[in-house]
């Protein structure tokens, strides 16, 4: 109010005094933004007023000394955008209907958990009551049919006969491309074997295959990805074990996820921390992390204990052991 008295007055005042007050404000404007903070803190009614000033002449942004011209700017938009979601906001949509015959939807739905929206609705008309099936679908209980065997419940009891594998790319000290392929049993989470190679080829894939299970000690399942690397040979060989292909679906590298997450540990704890020379060096190196990963690295999927089991130790000192040149260590008692 006193702004707006102050504006009233002006017009009664003459240009040479008016002149004269404006420069003195601003020398007071000048004085103050010296000792006051960088940034100022404006209530809501102080920005909707620099907001309703600049609506009115927007050349008063040239007389600003304590704001950015884009600061008001930017109050006015988010004022504007404000103002229509406070007009677009969501209406009440229709009437709840009466509690009886969302207990008798409730009813129905449990006493028959098979039956959908359409029965429940179909029934509903047969009792000589109108209403939407959407309206039926959405009184239902949720989770009201009876569950079946999860998927994680399903792993656990088929992981005896189950193993993956898959490929990674490592790049060695003079940007050499090599290939690792680790074999891992789903069962206690053991890495059964590393292998590298510069050239993957289906006769290769198909070599360590038998090299990771000799003799009847193959799995039931192999999951793995779909590569052109998995040729022929490859096929025929798993399938004259007596081992079942099971590709995943393209694009799809989490319905092989125990596999990948082996990957992805071994990256992170091993690889992202060390330069491969060689295609030898890289075969040592996967070589003792996985002695490392199955006696001695703990898994939360295992109660917090190693794929090949480590024993609980109560008497005796405590040291540490190095593993992979010193980049991990285990304490046991001695």
Not at 62 to 79: K, N
Not at 162 to 168: G, K, Y
Not at 178 to 199: D, G, K, Q
Not at 202 to 218: K, M, T, V, Y
């Amino acid at each position: 109010m006193r702004l707006l008295f102050a504006a009233f007055l002006e017009r009664f005042r003459s240009r040479y005094r008016l002149g004269i007050e404006n420069l003195v404000l601003r020398h007071q404007v000048n004085i103050l933004r010296r000792a006051a903070p960088k940034r100022m803190r404006l209530s809501n009614g102080e920005r909707l007023l620099f907001v309703w000033l600049y609506r009115l002449c927007p050349s008063v942004r040239r007389a600003v000394s304590i704001l950015r011209p884009e600061t008001i700017v930017r109050w006015h938009r988010q004022g504007w955008r404000a103002y229509w979601r406070w007009k677009s906001r969501c209406r009440p949509g229709r009437p709840k209907i009466e509690r009886g015959l969302r207990e008798l939807i409730r009813e129905i739905s449990l006493a028959n958990p098979l039956w959908g929206a359409p029965r429940i609705h179909g029934e509903l008309l047969k009792l000589g009551i109108e209403v939407a099936q959407s309206t039926v679908s959405k009184y239902m209980p949720k989770g009201g049919r009876p569950s079946g065997q999860a998927w994680w419940t399903f792993l656990q009891n088929h992981a005896d006969g189950i193993a993956s594998i898959d490929l990674f790319v490592v790049p060695t000290i003079t940007f050499k491309l090599l290939f690792a392929l680790v074999i891992m049993r789903h069962s206690r989470r053991e890495v059964v074997s590393f292998a590298v190679t510069a050239h993957p080829t289906a006769d290769w894939l198909a070599r360590q295959i038998s090299e990771a299970f000799p003799w009847d000690s193959g799995p039931r399942y192999l999951i793995r990805d779909r590569d052109c690397s998995y040729g022929e040979v490859f096929q025929r060989r798993i399938q004259s074990m007596g081992i079942r292909d099971r590709p995943t679906a393209p694009r799809s590298p989490w319905q092989n996820a125990y596999v990948e997450r082996v990957i992805g540990s071994v990256r992170r704890e091993c690889l992202d921390h060390l330069i491969i020379f060689n295609e030898a060096h890289l075969h040592h190196v996967l070589n003792g992390y996985g002695k490392y990963y199955n006696a001695v690295r703990t898994h939360l999927a295992l109660g917090k204990d190693a794929p090949l089991g480590r024993l609980i130790q109560r008497a005796g000192t405590i040291t540490r052991i190095p593993h992979l040149g010193g980049l991990h260590h285990t304490f046991v008692r001695i």
